[in-house]
């Protein structure tokens, strides 16, 4: 009994792991356009972009990484933008943005080569 727990444990332990998003790749993510109608902070100052049907994406803490709402909604508000979202290793596609473009402009990446840029 003692070794069923222990070897659950550890399976559930590998399987949160793997839902940590940790320095994402191009490889690693859908690419999705959506009409953004409403910016608004969510979680821990993360920044939330919403579309009309009720989907969001989202920046993780993009409000302590040198973006604002007023500018953010300024440069995306009721427009098409281009989302890198992360799709973990069992194939589930997350909300959570990985790098952001708007009319081919990059506004937001985490993928290496950019560095995180905030081309804002």
């Known amino acids: 009994m003692k070794r ?3 070897t659950l444990i550890i399976f559930l332990a590998a399987l949160l792991q793997g839902c940590i998003i940790q320095n994402p790749n191009q490889e690693d993510c859908i690419v999705k356009e959506i009409n953004v ?3 608004t902070e969510g979680g821990v100052k993360d920044l ?3 579309e009309a049907n009720g989907d969001f994406y989202y920046i993780n803490r993009g409000l302590e990484n040198g973006f604002t709402l007023e500018e953010t909604k300024a440069a995306v508000l009721n ?3 281009t989302l890198h979202l992360y799709t973990f290793w069992f194939g589930t596609e997350s909300e959570h943005i990985s ?3 708007v009319a081919g ?3 937001y990446s985490e993928f290496p080569k950019n560095s995180t840029a905030l081309n804002h």
Do not use: A, R, S
């Open 48 to 50: 939330v972009f919403h």
């Open 99 to 101: 790098q952001l473009e």
């Open 79 to 81: 427009k098409t933008i």
């Open 37 to 39: 109608v409403k910016v």
């Open 105 to 107: 402009d990059v506004l």
């Open 4 to 6: 069923l727990k222990f």
